[in-house]
């Protein structure tokens, strides 16, 4: 099942050769020898919703309106329907104002405060499974064909991970088309940025499939459901608790996916096995890597 590499398929797509986004670093390897590469930026970038200040995160600066709104909309400090105003950022400050017609106040809600295992350290206000209770995700099939040629298009796509290493990418898809890609030094804020541009642009989540980079956390699956998202897929594997709501919201949770080969820990009867595992091209070994996760 070859895969043709079709990069216009992207809403937008990452762009790893933006200056702002790496900075070169000269050292020397493990031989003694003088050489210089290019290593990932980070930012601190701080949220407002209205007048009060919700949180600081570092990110590789890019997207931040996106960021923001995600951040916020996962953290239910937006609701469904929510009246925004206006989203305004200052590079100088390297601040976000996200503005509501609701008055907003969520002092007691940050007096709890839940570091998770995300990269660059993730944060959650209140209770992790707040907002839970009413998601309903649709029955929304998904072909195993359609996974294993996002896998393949994904993979082979240029981005700032391939470029340089030491990042986390999430990528909105529909089908088998990859749709915005997007990457940071946390996967906790790429799939925010996700969640931040599908709010702005009104997108429906019913038909989507969520692929990461990084690993299938409890997090991320948290994450995954606030935002209506059927269907969570990365190449990394799970921690016990992010399987464990996976199976509680209904959400199809598949990891180690790589060629061939995928597990399917929750879900499995979204699941609609139309690819033959055997005429699959398999992924061959990577080699060279210019930087790690």
């Known amino acids: 099942m070859p ?3 079709d990069t216009d ?20 390897d493990h031989t003694g020898a003088e050489l210089t590469i290019n290593v990932v930026e980070e930012r ?6 209205n007048a009060q200040e919700i949180v600081t995160a570092m990110t590789i600066g ?6 923001a709104l995600g951040f916020l909309r996962n953290q239910g400090m937006l609701r469904d329907g929510e009246e925004i105003t206006r989203v305004d950022y200052d590079e100088d400050l390297e ?12 002092e007691d809600k940050m007096r709890k405060k839940t570091r998770t295992s995300g990269c660059a350290v993730g944060t959650v206000f209140g209770d992790m499974m707040e907002g839970l209770e009413g998601v309903t995700l649709p029955a929304t099939p998904v072909h195993t064909s359609w996974l294993y040629r996002l896998s393949a298009q994904i993979n082979r796509t240029p981005s700032l991970y391939l470029e340089a290493g030491a990042i986390h990418g999430t990528i909105l898809c529909q089908g088998d088309k990859p749709l915005v890609y997007m990457e940071d030094v946390g996967r906790h804020n790429a799939v925010d940025k996700i969640a931040g541009w599908m709010l702005s642009e009104n997108v429906p989540a019913d038909d989507k499939i969520l692929y990461t980079t990084g690993r299938l956390t409890s997090e991320m699956v948290i994450k995954t459901a606030m935002m209506g998202i059927p269907v969570l897929a990365s190449r990394s594997g799970f921690t016990a608790w992010g399987v464990e709501i996976a199976n509680q919201v209904g959400l ?3 990891g180690r996916m790589k060629g061939k080969r995928f597990i399917c820990l929750a879900g499995e009867d979204r699941l609609v096995r139309d690819a033959d595992p ?12 210019k930087g790690s996760e």
């Open 9 to 28: 398929t992207y809403l937008i797509a990452p762009q790893p050769g933006l200056p702002r986004l790496t900075r070169a670093v000269q050292g020397r």
């Open 95 to 106: 601040v976000v104002v996200v503005r509501t017609a609701r008055k907003t106040d969520y």
């Open 3 to 5: 895969v043709k590499l």
């Open 44 to 49: 601190p970038l701080t949220i407002f919703l």
């Open 278 to 289: 055997d005429l699959v091209v398999d992924e061959p070994k990577r080699a060279g890597r």
């Open 62 to 67: 890019d997207y931040p309106e996106y960021l």
């Open 252 to 254: 199809t949770l598949i």
